[in-house]
């Protein structure tokens, strides 16, 4: 293995692939993005050079605004819960040995499903003619317009669709912390029980420390896959109504591939981009990391 690593050409033949593949579907494209962004462009005649013009035109919407709005707090809706589920669930599940796998499976299933077809899923749970509506009608309780509410800074809709998020995503936070919580030695945990230490001050001085580096890692990618969503709400209400449960994917989307205005959309591709390395370097510069011996 020493031998390897000190050839060089060795060394530049293994990562000739990876670095290839990450250029063309990477980095060529993003570079396109890029200057398309500075371009007035609609895919059928040639690129013409606006300079900030489609920047200066972001400015100005109305809808980038609200999709900023709702992509901010998807952004912390998902960090905080996603934390507090994901541990609870973890730990939770680590403590316990009859059931585990199968709860884990239970847990994990809604990741592996199809968003497409979770999103019509609960757009007919949510319908106001179906589902639980159609449930408390039986009570005598009428239902609320869950997809189509619009009172509050925050509208219903975007609460709806933030606990589906919650529901369909929590798996792959609870399966990256118990994977970090299993790799902790059971002998810190018998020194600290003979101390007279109780599970929850465990929890707190051992445990949290030591999975660290995962809750980076978790917030990072819980971050990045909100503030890039956009599967669910499509599918759930198409960024309605009323253009009120717009994110910046959806935007993107509406005005890329049905307006064909790429020189703007890949203006919000550009503002999307640069949000998810800002957050993701704020989260790592943040959630420090230390170095233990497990």
């Given at each position: 293995?020493?031998?390897?690593?000190?050839?060089?050409?060795?060394?530049?033949?293994?990562?000739?692939?990876?670095?290839?593949?990450?250029?063309?579907?990477?980095?060529?494209?993003?570079?396109?993005?890029?200057?398309?962004?500075?371009?007035?462009?609609?895919?059928?005649?040639?690129?013409?050079?606006?300079?900030?013009?489609?920047?200066?035109?972001?400015?100005?919407?109305?809808?980038?605004?609200?999709?900023?709005?709702?992509?901010?707090?998807?952004?912390?809706?998902?960090?905080?819960?996603?934390?507090?589920?994901?541990?609870?669930?973890?730990?939770?599940?680590?403590?316990?040995?009859?059931?585990?796998?199968?709860?884990?499976?239970?847990?994990?299933?809604?990741?592996?499903?199809?968003?497409?077809?979770?999103?019509?899923?609960?757009?007919?749970?949510?319908?106001?003619?179906?589902?639980?509506?159609?449930?408390?009608?039986?009570?005598?309780?009428?239902?609320?317009?869950?997809?189509?509410?619009?009172?509050?800074?925050?509208?219903?809709?975007?609460?709806?669709?933030?606990?589906?998020?919650?529901?369909?995503?929590?798996?792959?936070?609870?399966?990256?912390?118990?994977?970090?919580?299993?790799?902790?030695?059971?002998?810190?945990?018998?020194?600290?029980?003979?101390?007279?230490?109780?599970?929850?001050?465990?929890?707190?001085?051992?445990?949290?420390?030591?999975?660290?580096?995962?809750?980076?890692?978790?917030?990072?990618?819980?971050?990045?896959?909100?503030?890039?969503?956009?599967?669910?709400?499509?599918?759930?209400?198409?960024g309605g109504p009323n253009h009120q449960t717009e994110v910046l994917a959806t935007h993107l989307y509406t005005q890329g591939f049905k307006f064909f205005k790429y020189g703007y959309a890949?203006?919000?591709?550009?503002?999307?981009?640069?949000?998810?390395?800002?957050?993701?370097?704020?989260?790592?510069?943040?959630?420090k990391k230390e170095d233990y011996e497990m």
């Amino acid at each position: 293995m020493d031998k390897i690593l000190r050839d060089k050409k060795a060394i530049v033949l293994f990562m000739a692939p990876g670095i290839l593949l990450f250029t063309l579907v990477l980095f060529i494209p993003i570079c396109q993005s890029v200057y398309y962004s500075f371009c007035d462009y609609d895919a059928l005649t040639k690129p013409v050079f606006t300079g900030l013009a489609n920047y200066k035109k972001l400015m100005k919407d109305s809808t980038m605004k609200v999709a900023l709005k709702n992509a901010v707090f998807f952004l912390v809706f998902s960090c905080v819960t996603q934390l507090i589920m994901g541990l609870l669930l973890a730990s939770l599940l680590t403590n316990i040995k009859k059931g585990r796998n199968l709860f884990k499976n239970i847990y994990y299933l809604p990741c592996v499903l199809s968003a497409t077809a979770l999103g019509l899923l609960w757009m007919f749970i949510f319908n106001p003619k179906l589902g639980i509506n159609q449930i408390l009608a039986k009570f005598g309780i009428q239902g609320p317009l869950w997809l189509m509410d619009l009172k509050g800074f925050i509208i219903l809709p975007m609460w709806i669709i933030g606990f589906v998020a919650l529901w369909q995503y929590v798996g792959q936070s609870m399966m990256l912390y118990m994977a970090q919580i299993s790799g902790i030695s059971p002998s810190l945990y018998e020194a600290a029980y003979l101390d007279g230490c109780s599970k929850p001050k465990a929890f707190r001085y051992i445990t949290l420390p030591l999975i660290r580096p995962m809750v980076a890692t978790a917030m990072s990618l819980n971050a990045i896959g909100s503030l890039k969503f956009f599967d669910l709400i499509f599918n759930m209400t198409e960024g309605g109504p009323n253009h009120q449960t717009e994110v910046l994917a959806t935007h993107l989307y509406t005005q890329g591939f049905k307006f064909f205005k790429y020189g703007y959309a890949s203006a919000i591709g550009v503002v999307l981009l640069v949000l998810c390395l800002s957050v993701t370097l704020f989260i790592n510069k943040v959630v420090k990391k230390e170095d233990y011996e497990m």
